[in-house]
Each structure stands twice: as C-alpha cells, then as structure tokens.
C-alpha cells in the first residue's frame, strides 16, 4: 500500500537513541478539543416548529460565534501544538495570519486528515515531534484549498470548495416556507430535537394519529436533518413515531425519503423541499399501515426472529440488546417471564409488531445519536421486510 501518511524514512530514522528516549518521557501527544456537544432531546410536551428551531438555533449560539476562513492553499498555514492541543497556524505575513493558532476541534482534525492523505487514527497517537513532523510534510505535499469552519475561535470543521453551506438557518428557514405554503406549518408538532455536528428535527402531525392498539398510538411526519460540517447532507425522512414509549422508526431507505448533498446552488434547496415534504409525509402516512399489519402478524419464535434480524446487520450484543426489550415489554404487558436464560426466554410466540417495537426501543437507549438513528432504520427494513 502507498504510503501517503509519514514523513520520509530519512527523517524518522534520524531520531538518535536519546532524542528517541526523550521522546518516550515527553508528554502525551497533543489532543484536539470537542466538537459542539451532541444532544438529543425528547420533548415531554410537543413543541412548535418555531420553538424547535429557536432551540437548534439556541444551542448553535452556546457554541460559539460562527465564522469562516477560506483557504486558498493549505501550504499556507501550519500545524502546531500549543498547551497540549493541535493547532493550525496561517503561515506570518499570509492571508489569516493574523488570528494566531487556531485549536482544532476532534471532527476537524478528522477531516483536515482526510484533505491531506493523512491517517488520523496514527497520528492521534504520536508524540509532539512526530506529529508536527507528519502532517505539515503532508501539508506541503501539493496545492488543496479548504474552508475552515470555524465557532469560538475553534475550527470544528475543515471542508473542500465544492462545499455549499446549507446551514442550519438556512435550512430551517426552507423548511418553513415549505411546510407553510402546504398548510402544515401549525399542525406539525417537534417531538424530538437533536444538536451536535449533526441537526435533526422530528415533526409529525397529531391530528392525523392512528390508533393501532388500545391506547398505543402512533403518529406518522418526517425527520427534517442537516450538517454544517459535512457529516450529513439535507435530509427528509419519513418517520413513525409510538407516543406510548416515544420510540421511533426512520424510513431512510423509503423512496420517498429525500437527500441533497451541500454543492450547487442554495436556491434548488427551496425548490426540492416544497416537492419532497409532501411526498415524505405520504411515504410516513402509508407506514402506518406497516404497523397496523404487524400487530396481528404472530411469529412463533421470538428468540428465531431475533437471530434473523443478523441478516439486517444486527450483531449478537444488539439482538441480545432487542430480545430484552422484547421481554421487558412482555412482563409490563402481564406476561410470565420465568428464568434467567435469555434464549430460552425468548422461545415463545410473538408479533412481528411487538419485534418492531423492541428494535426501536433499543434504538432509543443508544445515547449516541447516530447509532440511534441506524437502529431506527433497521426497524423500518426489518418491517417493511415482514409486512411490507
């Protein structure tokens, strides 16, 4: 494999046996700082897709003042370290030299690896010297241009120039137009909102909830998401939201569901929304019946369903995570659920509903927000693969 990411050899193995001693009783190599916290917020009370976007745009503001640097030519700047934290530097007398080291957030540094044929994981792990020796000989390699986004005077994000900034702002405000010209901007209600390097907003609409068991309702909408740093493009997803247990299922994979990556023009942003958020509500609309389905779809194994949920890429923790959820929800019910042996637990009837369910409950304890969101995705395949 071509070795893109270390200096030349001559200048690694130039290290004399004390430097190379001195080295091992240096400190730790230096770190980067954290990315805008990652939150995900359930409402107990539905919210106003107004009140949902002053709180995205609240917790932007927390963050930091935003700005952004373009970068003619990454030759131009330095990579440093200072307190222990890896900066990037313009070179004296260059466009943005003036604002001295700028710290680099985790993301960030990911991304300005990427830019410069660097690997990131490595180069964490590297003295001071060596990484400093490391990447700004991969800085100097040849010409690239980049945009550093920047909040708080720290770069959290570091992207190409075919990058187009749809952000958040920008995004929310679409959105609202969108939702307005069709009539839904005061029926749609935000059940959940998340923040981080990536934005979501779960809306649904409650005045057409369905009924699917006694008191076991289930409204339909759409995750509106957004990243202003590259982790995700513009997307609209229809969901299905459980008011019982605040789960939900995200049909990412439905053809409905709409993703426009951050180049061109801001202006087809406006266009593809007011197409889209029609046709993602009537794919989430149509999810319902999914369910509906479901509830009366027996499985005489639950323990063999869980061990073909593989086949959707669950690993063992995760179906062991599920098949516990499954016999949570069974006790809650009134079931007897004798024994401490979870397979032998799990070998009893079921409903593919009840299956359904249990994945997106488990879903919803994932504190990280991606994996929470897979999770979601796979109760929609695994539904729509059962009943679809």
Request: glycine share 8%; with cysteine.
């Amino acid at each position: 494999m071509k070795a893109l990411a270390l200096a030349p050899q001559s200048t690694v193995h130039s290290l004399s046996q004390p430097r190379l001693q001195a080295a091992a009783q240096a400190p730790g190599p230096p770190q980067t700082r954290p990315n805008q916290a990652e939150q995900w917020h359930e409402h107990s009370q539905s919210l106003s897709f107004e009140e949902a976007a002053a709180l995205v745009r609240g917790a932007h503001a927390a963050d930091g003042v935003r700005e952004e640097v373009e970068v003619p030519d990454l030759r131009d700047w330095v990579f440093g370290a200072r307190g222990g934290e890896m900066t990037l530097e313009a070179r004296r007398g260059g466009e943005g030299s003036m604002r001295g080291p700028l710290p680099l957030r985790d993301l960030a540094f990911t991304q300005l690896c990427q830019r410069i044929g660097a690997p990131a994981g490595f180069i964490r792990e590297l003295p001071e010297a060596l990484q400093l020796t490391n990447m700004n000989w991969r800085l100097q390699v040849e010409e690239r241009s980049a945009r550093l986004r920047l909040s708080n005077g720290e770069v959290r994000g570091v992207l190409g120039e075919s990058y187009s900034a749809f952000d958040d702002d920008s995004v929310l405000e679409a959105v609202g137009e969108a939702l307005d010209r069709a009539g839904l901007l005061r029926e749609v209600r935000a059940r959940a909102t998340a923040v981080g390097t990536h934005t979501i907003l779960r809306l649904t609409l409650p005045t057409e909830s369905v009924a699917i068991k006694v008191r076991d309702v289930i409204e339909y909408g759409l995750d509106v998401g957004n990243s202003e740093l590259g982790v995700r493009s513009v997307q609209l997803i229809p969901v299905t939201y459980r008011l019982l247990c605040k789960n939900g299922m995200r049909g990412r994979y439905a053809q409905a569901a709409m993703r426009l990556r951050h180049v061109g023009e801001s202006e087809r942003l406006h266009e593809r929304l007011l197409d889209a958020i029609p046709r993602a509500l009537e794919a989430a609309r149509a999810d319902i019946a999914l369910w509906t389905r479901a509830a009366s779809a027996l499985v005489t194994s639950a323990l063999a369903e869980l061990q073909g949920l593989r086949t959707l890429g669950l690993r063992r923790g995760e179906q062991d995570a599920v098949g516990r959820q499954l016999l949570a929800a069974a006790e809650a019910g009134g079931a007897n659920v004798a024994g401490d042996d979870l397979e032998e637990a799990l070998r009893v009837p079921t409903t593919l509903y009840d299956v359904a369910n249990a994945i997106t409950a488990t879903a919803r304890e994932r504190g990280d927000v991606a994996k929470r969101l897979a999770l979601e995705e796979v109760g929609y395949r695994y539904l729509a693969r059962a009943v679809g």
